[in-house]
């Protein structure tokens, strides 16, 4: 019989150093966020016998959701001993994992994961698809040819506070710490930013890019950041961009560089040069229902009353609640009214992403109820898209 296992927050050097050689282990391949993010994360390791055999780190960080920041338990760098694998330690592992952040205030948690079939049986599901992108560096350079832009090297706060309101656009985004900048640039040696503005304005642009290595072509530039207030800005960075095609035939959008907007598509000569590749996505699951409705923001034309039931986490049994979405509130009362529609967690969680984007798309994701009441759901957050920034 194994001895027990005991869970414990890092405390010292060696269980650390265990951590990380196991992530490499595990992964197989080095995982950096151990290191670069251990000054701001909360790591917990699972011992047997001194041994470290599973461990993972978590932050609190605010996401933004209809433009309000909630609080969010970003887990990353989760790894189990492979001869330690079968015996659903990763579940103990993450319910560990999850403790701390939650008694810290997290009524979300987020996660990438290749594992997404897993983590939907842990109450976890994903909004959105996630592509990385890649164009020839000769079709922006043709298409894309504003100027009147601007470009200064380097950041400042002007520029992180230009992020951070661009961030509250979309449903998934960070609050970025002010450490944010120091752990890219760990991961990202070669990184550089840029910020264009019109003469004698501020910023409406921010664009990072690194210079890597392509396995064909020698060299690439991958966009790692890319916010733009409007279309003239956006079209700004991409000419700046297409401006690298003496010496760069692509230029790769990372999985989480570029936002989910048409512009690309809109303005090519040629869409079909663009190639996308798809990535497993980043994943949502809602901790506390009550608390998440009444943190996130909400859009100040609807007005919303409407029973609805939610699937408990076991799937056996629903809880009945009345949805109540008024003057920018959300609220969320248990009730015992029958509810008009009814949807698991996972589906609530993507709801609340703003992932269905369509009745259509929610009906075919099986949130069953009669097109005119998933309408009225789905008013309340379709205003903004899901898109997450940060890849961790």
């Known amino acids: 019989m194994l001895n027990p296992t005991l869970f414990t927050k890092v405390a010292d050097d060696d269980h650390w150093q265990q951590y990380d050689r196991l992530a490499t282990r595990s992964y197989g391949h080095p995982v950096d966020d ?22 993972g780190l978590g932050l609190l960080l605010p996401q933004f959701f209809g433009g309000a920041p909630v609080p969010s338990a970003l887990l990353g760098a989760g790894c189990v001993a492979p001869e330690e694998r079968g015996a659903h330690l990763s579940i103990r592992m993450i319910s560990e994992r999850l403790r701390p952040l939650r008694d810290q ?13 897993y983590a939907r049986r842990l109450g976890w599901e994903a909004p959105t698809q996630v592509y990385s992108w890649t164009v020839p560096t000769d079709e922006l350079k043709q298409r894309f040819t504003e100027t009147g832009f601007e470009i200064t090297h380097g950041t400042n706060a002007k520029v992180r506070l230009l992020q951070n309101d661009l961030a509250a656009w979309w449903n998934g985004t960070w609050r970025r710490p002010e450490w944010w900048v120091d752990w890219q640039q760990g991961k990202h040696p070669g990184l550089a930013t840029y910020q264009f503005n019109r003469p004698g304005q501020e910023p409406t642009g921010v664009l990072s890019v690194a210079n890597e ?24 960075m991409f000419a700046f961009l297409g ?8 230029v790769a959008f990372q999985r989480t560089g570029l936002p989910p907007a048409p512009l690309l598509l809109h303005r090519l000569n040629h869409p079909g040069s663009l190639t996308a590749r798809s990535w497993h996505p980043w994943m949502l699951r809602i901790l506390d229902l009550r608390q998440a409705v009444r943190l996130r923001g909400w859009p100040e034309e609807v007005n919303l009353t409407l029973p609805i039931e939610i699937v408990t986490e076991g799937g056996e049994a629903t809880e009945g609640y009345t949805l109540r979405v008024t003057d920018g509130k959300g609220d969320l009362e248990p009730t015992t009214c029958a509810g008009q529609i009814t949807l698991t967690r ?20 099986g949130v069953a109820a009669p097109p005119r009441t998933v309408g009225q759901l789905l008013a309340a957050t379709t205003d903004r898209e899901p898109w997450l920034a940060d890849h961790f």
């Open 34 to 55: 151990i290191t670069l993010l251990r000054p701001h994360a909360d790591i917990r390791v699972a011992v047997r016998d001194g041994h470290v055999v599973a461990g």
């Open 346 to 365: 996972g589906q609530f969680a993507v709801w609340y992403a703003g992932g269905y984007r369509s009745t259509a798309a929610a009906t075919l994701a």
């Open 105 to 117: 205030g997290a009524v979300i948690s987020t996660l990438w994961t290749a594992s997404s079939g």
């Open 243 to 250: 401006r690298h095609n003496s010496r760069i035939p692509t």
């Open 213 to 236: 290595p392509h396995p064909i072509e020698g060299r690439q530039v991958v966009v790692h950041d890319f916010w733009a207030v409007d279309q003239d800005t956006a079209a700004a």
